[in-house]
């Protein structure tokens, strides 16, 4: 990202009304509400990198009602590709999947390992694994996945509202970047 397009998006986001600013951040958290309107509120960011120091301060000090809503507003690993939002369906390489039946068989068997790990962590935890993908392919997450279920509830909770501010710092960089 060119610091000049991301402070230009950051000055963009500085001048809205709240109401505009949380629609313009909401595809970078899912539009978690809650979340949205208290990161519009701690306004002004001044550069990319507040914005997301001030993302992640949020998150943890906000009740956990909140941070569970910021969290379950990401699709679950593996949600049906017509569930997710755009950038989910790229983040989690719906786009590159190849097609044929020995691919397509992987994928059935791959969706019914992630069905049954995410609805383990659910009934577990009470709030959707999240996890910053970052093009890995959702067979290469299965090990993560498993490995969450071992630990304890507060430790993971924290985890994910890392991962979700990951994820939205990851597309507020590639969106800057693509930016006029």
Do not use: K
């Not at 392919?137 to 498993?146: E, I, S, T, W």
Request: overall charge negative.
């Amino acid at each position: 990202m060119g610091a000049d397009r991301a402070a230009t998006s950051v000055a963009w986001l500085d001048a809205l009304d709240d109401e505009a600013c949380a629609a313009a951040l909401a595809p970078l958290f899912e539009g978690a509400p809650r979340f949205l309107a208290r990161l519009c509120a701690a306004r002004p960011f001044t550069d990319a990198p507040t914005l997301v120091r001030r993302a992640r301060e949020i998150a943890r000090a906000m009740p956990e009602d909140e941070q569970v809503e910021l969290v379950d507003a990401h699709p679950r690993l593996g949600a049906t590709p017509g569930s997710v939002s755009a950038a989910s369906f790229v983040e989690q390489g719906y786009d590159r999947e190849a097609a044929g039946q020995a691919a397509e068989s992987g994928r059935r068997r791959l969706d019914a390992e992630l069905e049954r790990l995410n609805a383990a962590y659910e009934a577990r935890f009470g709030f959707r694994y999240c996890v910053f993908v970052a093009g890995r392919p959702r067979a290469a997450l299965l090990p993560g996945l498993v490995a969450a279920l071992d630990a304890d509830r507060v430790s993971e909770l924290a985890r994910a509202l890392e991962a979700a501010v990951d994820i939205a710092e990851d597309r507020f960089r590639h969106s800057s970047a693509s930016s006029p």
